[in-house]
């Protein structure tokens, strides 16, 4: 009976320790800046670029510049540090492309990041291509064609990562892939799903 009631106050204090983990505020510094960085310093060169430069091609270059190396950073880097989820493209043995979408499981002795950063994450990842497509209707409505290529691009490469981690999310929230079949109805072979972390694979 005694060695059942040390389980449980060890238990206990285990949870304790990671709901004080989870609680910290920043764990990744480097990751929780640069997922914001590129994003808005882009957003602020679309809005000054005018005053700042009379070039349409050089705000065009450095604006899809900041936004690719964004693409990048999130997709490889902060995803996976800040809560956990990567995704990615791969080709198979039959020369098939296959999307993988996966969510790390949470355990008490994961890396992933605190609430804090969750929220960062989220809400980068969120607002900031609302804020694109936002100025898609300013220059749709002001008529300045030229800067709709610029804004489509933006919102393209924005939206790409938001979707890719949508679908890690939901996969990730019940413990098992939303679909592990391919677009075309066939069955992916269980051994891509047989690591720890939960995957989604679907081709297209």
Not at 85 to 92: A, G, S, V
Not at 146 to 164: E, T
Not at 166 to 174: E, T, Y
């Amino acid at each position: 009976m005694a060695d059942a009631t040390e389980d449980v106050e060890l238990d206990f204090a285990a949870d304790e320790q990671e709901r004080a983990r989870r609680s910290a505020v920043i764990r990744h510094p480097v990751a929780s800046f640069f997922h914001l960085f590129f994003r808005v310093v882009a957003i602020v060169v679309y809005l000054l670029c005018e005053w700042i430069s009379k070039s349409f091609a050089s705000c065009f270059v450095l604006i899809i510049a900041l936004l690719s190396f964004d693409f990048w950073s999130v997709k490889n880097v902060t995803g996976r540090l800040l809560v956990g989820l990567r995704w990615w493209n791969q080709i198979d043995e039959d020369g098939k492309s296959l999307w993988v979408f996966e969510a790390k499981k949470k355990s008490r002795n994961s890396n992933t990041g605190t609430e804090a950063e969750e929220r960062i994450f989220w809400l980068g990842l969120i607002i900031c291509p609302l804020i694109w497509t936002f100025f898609f209707f300013t220059s749709l409505f002001s008529l300045k064609i030229k800067w709709l290529s610029v804004v489509v691009a933006s919102i393209s490469l924005q939206a790409a990562n938001l979707y890719g981690y949508l679908r890690c999310k939901a996969g990730g929230q019940d413990g098992h892939p939303p679909d592990n079949r391919s677009f075309t109805g066939q069955q992916l072979p269980q051994h891509t799903l047989s690591r720890q972390d939960k995957k989604c694979v679907s081709a297209s």
